[in-house]
């Protein structure tokens, strides 16, 4: 698994945002990425557990990183996300977040992610529906360097494990 580029302030990824999640993914270069992630218990909803919204962001995330894995400046939005809320997901307690590519036809794509806990159990998954980001939109050098997308400092601890 290699170690795929952040940004600077986004807020699931941006490696320099004050309330963002800071998440780290990797991937096998073809269909899948992983991260390991504890949530601070500041992103609660009801106590000792994450709010949905920041569930529903980190399942986002991981579903965007899978279409990056062949080419990680390849930016793609979502057009649907169906989250299945299987049970809570505890703060303070390290997951597993698995985005996997099911199929790719260019200008949309069909991933599946999830959180799994220690023990492996999924607590909550989605199946997302990604669009080609409009060419508007589309990301060019001088805003690839604004955004600050590019690969920081590895860090050991946060490479996830093989399942």
């Not at 991937?27 to 949530?39: G, P």
């Not at 949905?52 to 579903?63: H, Q, S, T």
């Not at 939109?137 to 690969?151: I, P, Q, R, V």
């Amino acid at each position: 698994m290699k170690l795929q580029p952040n940004s600077k302030h986004c807020f699931v990824c941006g490696l320099e945002s004050t309330v963002g999640l800071k998440l780290r993914f990797y991937d096998n270069s073809v269909d899948e990425v992983r991260a390991l992630y504890t949530v601070d218990k500041h992103y609660n909803g009801y106590p000792h557990v994450v709010h949905g919204g920041i569930v529903a962001a980190m399942l986002d995330e991981a579903a965007g990183r899978v279409i990056m894995a062949r080419d990680t400046n390849r930016f793609m939005v979502t057009a649907t996300l169906d989250v299945r809320y299987r049970k809570p997901v505890p703060v303070e307690t390290e997951l597993l977040i698995i985005g996997k590519l099911i199929k790719d036809r260019g200008r949309l794509a069909q991933c599946h992610s999830e959180l799994r806990l220690p023990d492996g159990s999924i607590c909550a998954e989605a199946e997302v529906t990604l669009a080609a980001l409009p060419a508007e939109y589309a990301a060019n050098e001088t805003d690839l360097a604004e955004l600050g997308w590019k690969l920081y400092p590895e860090d050991e601890a946060l490479i996830p494990p093989e399942i």
